[in-house]
Structure formats: C-alpha cells, structure tokens
C-alpha cells in the first residue's frame, strides 16, 4: 500500500506528537508499506528553527522513511490566531507538494496534526 503521512511535527522533535508520526511512518515502512512523509522544519518545544533550516524543501531519509520537509511560518509559543495560522498554512503548502507517491495512485493519505476546535 502507499501511504503518504503529511503532519507538522516529526524526528528529530523528542517531544509532542513527533515521536508517534515517526513510530507510525517506520512501522507501516517495516510491515513493506511505500511510506512518504511531509513534514515542517523542526521546531517544536523550542518554537524556532532550532536545526537551522535552510530553503524552502528538503529531502532526506530518516529511519528508512523518505522525509520530505518545508519551510513554514512558526507561531510564537504556538497559542492562538499564530498556531492557527501554522496549522492552516501547514495543509495548504503540504498539499501543493510534489512528491513521488503523490505523482502515482496513493492508497491512504493521513493528516497528523493538533486538534485545533475542542468541544
């Protein structure tokens, strides 16, 4: 099946929902699942561009996952309107992303993202 996992957050981040987008992405690889993911640039708990990202993409491989990272707005101290704002912006530029899955027939696109209206 090919999967492409499109979040915010992903390795190298320890913390929040990184770690489980990660887990998810290398155990669907390991069950021989073609796996993508698009990410943001690395920032969270810190909210900065703490691995200096530089560009507006990159590709790289982490835990035999190809990464496909962005550049995005990143909100300060990711509390209202601003974490909206990135969450939203996430969607948009994520999605106008061409990547080798997207060029073929993906079989299941799944959003990894904070959920931003509690009831």
Known sequence: M???IVGLNYSPEHSGIAPYTAGLAEGLHAR????HVITGVPHYPAWSNFTGFTGWRREEVVGDVPITRRRHYIADGGRGLSRIS?????LLT???CNTPLQLGRTSLIAYRGTTIIKC
């Open 94 to 96: 994520r999605c106008y």
């Open 32 to 35: 021989n699942h073609t796996v």
């Open 86 to 90: 990135m969450e939203l912006l996430l």
């Open 2 to 4: 090919k999967i492409l």
